[in-house]
Nanobody, 118 residues
Framework: QVQLVESGGGLVQAGESLRLSCAVS????????MGWYRQAPGKKRESVAT???????NYGSSVKGRFTISRDSAKNSVYLQMYSLKPEDTGVYYC????????????WGQGTQVTVSS
């Protein structure tokens, strides 16, 4: 089992920055990749950024160049640094962890709200 706890959400104005944190605990060695997803009201959950165990990163087209995903293995944490926030970045941000070994599954945190005002 893997537990994920997000923090760092809040209310900011457009153009400002915010950093989200995800604390990971449990069977950390079983994790192959981690990511951040978001869900806006009335919309499907979408991928924001992912990072593999090898350090490869991938970003959604709407955040590329503005957001950066990183990890600190010593602190068992994953971060999402968000710059130049826009109102359309508003949503609940979820941390995820992928376990590929049997039984493969994705773990989710409880989410943290990010609201960007115009």
């Amino acid at each position: 089992q893997v537990q994920l706890v997000e923090s760092g959400g809040g209310l900011v104005q457009a153009g400002e920055s915010l950093r989200l944190s995800c604390a990971v605990s449990g069977s950390i060695s079983s994790i192959n990749a981690m990511g951040w997803y978001r869900q806006a009201p009335g919309k499907k959950r979408e991928s924001v950024a992912t990072i593999t165990i090898g350090g490869s990163t991938n970003y959604g087209s709407s955040v590329k160049g503005r957001f950066t995903i990183s990890r600190d293995s010593a602190k068992n944490s994953v971060y999402l640094q968000m710059y130049s926030l826009k109102p359309e970045d508003t949503g609940v941000y979820y941390c995820s962890a992928d376990q590929l070994k049997f039984p493969s599954r994705t773990y989710w945190g409880q989410g943290t709200q990010v609201t960007v005002s115009s």
